[in-house]
């Protein structure tokens, strides 16, 4: 296919999907697709709730027209998905991805092009995409309808590595759709492109990205929790550390969102697939997963060496999104502090200038607040780096916790001698 006669459509227009719709539709007839009606009407009007593109940036892609009709995806000739692909119970959960399989079935026509930028396991385009695709639509792979693969390297909130300027993996199903959609992606990719013999080395490479950074994660906060036990800063240990040049730099913490900890799973179910344990992937994504339930018992034990009163203790937890400066809340572990401190009796708000308080409410059954309240609580947890929060001192935090509030530093955003834990 000539790029030049492409008839592009995005579908699903999250943090992966809207930046790829906008940016092609600034040089190409391009359609915005999401079933989310209001995600679409707020996009209609111009505003990006994610601030993942930001209002300006929608306004330039003159090209870009947004839907939530299905019949106006037989309009188009080239399909991207960027769909969720999220895990349930340690399991892949390919229904989003299934689900715009069965959608497109019902409008593709023959030679027209699908690439797809959801994380999977190896094998999962050709495994379960396809074969759906066949069925519905009646035409054969590769014959009538080709395939590519270019996973996304989307890192909400990050305004440094954007869309355009990260190296993108490309593949294809046939020579062809390689050379196809190496040039489409070339068009828009600043920073360029990274051909792959085929989709499942792409789908591979996007994993491992991923549970490497998981993993690497997990043996930071295994140190802290042993160095924690000792007696000794976490952070002052890796700062020395650090000054080996060949020492990676990670930082323990909470393991949520969309991507990091989702994927080991992904990786671990095909591997278990294949008649092999994933031991080191799955041992990282346990550690990570107990975070939260270790952080509130570090919080709990200090409060009762403090004698403060558990049940009834009020709670401040600065941050619910799943990482700094974005408004994603998916797979977010703030919330399993939150529940967590809530199974003890304690009374816990929530502060973050990022997070809809309806979203929050929907997905998690938990309030937020519009600000922290005065001299009300017994301590305070700084969960998220949100810049917001990196811009307060000690002086202001206390303000908002009794005499002897304590306060648990989970991102190191104050000195030292200004918190009373840090992990």
């Avoid at 800063?233 to 700062?239: C, G, I, S």
């Avoid at 060949?246 to 900890?261: D, K, Q």
């Avoid at 041992?283 to 403060?308: D, P, T, Y």
């Avoid at 519009?370 to 780096?385: F, G, H, M």
Wanted: charge should be negative; glycine fraction near 6%; hydrophobic fraction near 40%.
């Amino acid at each position: 296919m000539d790029i030049n006669q492409c008839r592009i459509a995005v579908i699903g227009l999250g943090y992966v999907g809207l930046p790829l719709a906008v940016e092609f539709g600034r040089f190409y007839p391009t359609l915005g697709f999401d079933i989310n009606e209001k995600r679409i009407d707020q996009l209609g009007s111009g505003t990006d709730v994610s601030y993942e593109v930001g209002d300006e940036a929608i306004a330039r892609s003159s090209k870009l027209k947004l839907s939530a009709n299905p019949d106006d995806l037989a309009l188009c000739n080239v399909y991207i998905v960027a769909v969720p692909t999220p895990a349930e119970d340690s399991r892949p959960n390919l229904n989003p991805l299934i689900f715009a399989c069965e959608l497109l079935g019902k409008v593709l026509k023959k030679d027209d092009v699908i690439i797809f930028e959801s994380t999977v396991y190896p094998g999962a385009t050709e495994e379960k995409c396809v074969p759906c695709i066949e069925e519905v639509s009646g035409l054969k792979f590769n014959l009538d309808f080709f395939v590519g693969y270019s996973p996304e390297r989307i890192n909400p909130g990050d305004k440094k590595r954007g869309l355009t300027q990260v190296v993108k993996l490309v593949s294809g199903s046939t020579v062809e759709t390689e050379q196809f959609v190496r040039e489409l992606y070339s068009s828009i990719i600043k920073a360029g492109v990274h051909v792959v013999s085929s989709i499942k080395i792409a789908e591979a490479a996007k994993l491992i990205e991923n549970v490497q950074r998981d993993v690497n994660i997990a043996l930071i906060n295994e140190f802290s929790m042993i160095f924690n036990r000792l007696g000794i800063d976490t952070e002052e240990v890796l700062t020395a550390a650090e000054t080996k040049w060949n020492f990676l730099s990670f930082r323990p913490g909470l393991v949520g969102g969309h991507c990091i900890g989702v994927d080991s799973y992904y990786l671990a179910y095909k591997a278990e697939e294949i008649g092999h344990h994933a031991v080191m992937t799955l041992s990282g994504r346990r550690i990570n997963e107990g975070m939260a339930e270790h952080i509130v018992v570090e919080l709990i034990k200090k409060m009762v060496q403090r004698c403060f009163p558990i049940h009834g203790a009020r709670v401040l937890l600065l941050g619910c999104t799943f990482k700094e400066n974005c408004t994603d809340l998916r797979n977010t572990k703030i919330v399993d502090i939150a529940r967590k401190l809530i199974d003890y009796n304690v009374q816990v708000d929530i502060y973050d200038p990022f997070a809809n308080k309806d979203d929050v409410l929907d997905m998690y059954d938990l309030n937020t607040i519009l600000s922290p309240a005065l001299a009300a609580y017994d301590a305070v947890v700084l969960a998220v780096a949100h810049d917001e929060f990196r811009s307060f001192d000690e002086e202001i935090i206390r303000s908002w916790g009794k005499a002897q509030c304590l306060i648990y530093d989970l991102k190191y955003i104050l000195p030292k001698a200004s918190s009373d834990l840090r992990l």
